[in-house]
Every structure is written in structure tokens, then in C-alpha cells.
């Protein structure tokens, strides 16, 4: 048996791209505290499909279903609505 865990794919992915932007030119101004990205992860977390999987190579599956213009854009639509309550609305 592998020691691999559960793992929500949607979740890897939401990370990665709410760190990149937080990081980019467009939100330097937004509030870069472990709380604000953590609500940011949560809020599009929430409005996004879970996809767990238990193997690296369902991982790789369904990493490359997820991997469509159709899906990435949903995606960064929900992160953006998630940037934009969380800088109304802070919890920190």
C-alpha cells in the first residue's frame, strides 16, 4: 500500500493560482496576511467542485481533465469573486 493520502485536486489547483496572483502586479495592494489568503481559498474552495482522489495516478487524471481553458476560467472567475469579498470584508 502507497503512502499516498486523499488528495482534492481543485483544492491543489485554487491554491497555486490564489498564491500566484496574490503575487502578481494586479493585487499588490491586497492584503498578503495568512488569514485574507486563506479566506480567499475557502470562499472559491466553496463555490468550486471537490475532485479526490486516493493515487497519484488519479491525481494526474484528474489534474488533466481539470487542465481546460473552460475550467481554468471558472476557476480564476471564483478566485477573483473570492478576492474581491475578502478585500471588502476582511477578517483580520
Known sequence: ??????????????????SFLLHGVEYQTFCHCEQCEMD????????????????????????KQLNTSENIEEINKQIIRALHMVGRYPRH
Open 1 to 18: 500500500m502507497s503512502n499516498f493520502k486523499l488528495v482534492n485536486v481543485t483544492e491543489e489547483i485554487v491554491r497555486g493560482l490564489v
Open 40 to 63: 480567499v481559498n475557502a470562499i472559491a474552495l466553496n463555490a468550486l467542485p471537490s475532485r479526490y482522489v486516493a493515487s497519484e495516478k488519479a491525481r494526474d487524471d484528474v489534474f
